[in-house]
């Protein structure tokens, strides 16, 4: 069986998270990488565990001049088109998208979702709460439900790559 951090998928997410804690960094953020924090062998993702349940914690637990968010990254390819409006569209899987509110609920700390479009070097960003119910939800080639926003609901932040 392969391992998980192996996997080019996961590379490219790794690659992805560096690039967004680095440009938070260069805007005076302080930041705890929680992906760096990941089980005995670096294959369960890091958790906020209660007595009786765990939630998967966002990639970034980051601070900046008293205030604390979460930030979650997502290296895309690029955006999806979708069929019946043309619009583009980028998503997260569902069960942690709600594993993302729940965090956010029980910490009082709001969780922005930044993504990472390869193709075009943009980095977008939005508020899970400004980016509201999923305009969509549809399944990927792995048979997970992935919820959708339009790519117009993100903010266009920067283009950057990898190295900067």
């Known amino acids: 069986m392969r391992k998980v951090r192996e996997s080019e998928e996961f590379r490219r997410g790794r690659v992805a998270e560096q ?15 929680s992906y760096d924090y990941a089980g005995e062998n670096g294959d369960k993702p890091p958790r906020l565990q209660g ?5 998967p ?12 968010f979460w930030v979650e990254v997502k290296s895309k390819k690029s955006a999806v088109e979708w069929q019946k409006t043309g619009e583009l569209r980028h998503g997260v899987e569902l069960r942690l998208l709600e594993h993302y509110r729940l ?3 029980i910490s009082g700390s709001p969780c922005w979702l930044f993504i990472y ?3 075009t070097s943009w980095l977008l960003s939005q508020a899970l709460h400004v ?14 439900t992935i919820a959708f ?16």
């Open 19 to 33: 690039l967004v804690a680095g440009w938070l960094k260069r805007r005076d953020c302080f930041i705890i990488p």
């Open 51 to 55: 007595l009786w349940h765990g939630y």
């Open 57 to 68: 914690v966002p990639d970034l637990d980051v601070c900046k001049k008293g205030d604390r």
């Open 103 to 105: 965090v956010t609920t």
């Open 117 to 119: 479009e390869e193709n």
């Open 131 to 144: 980016l509201g119910r999923p305009v969509s939800t549809g399944n990927d080639r792995r048979g997970k």
């Open 149 to 164: 926003w339009n790519r117009t609901q993100f903010i266009e932040l920067e283009r950057i790559t990898a190295g900067e």
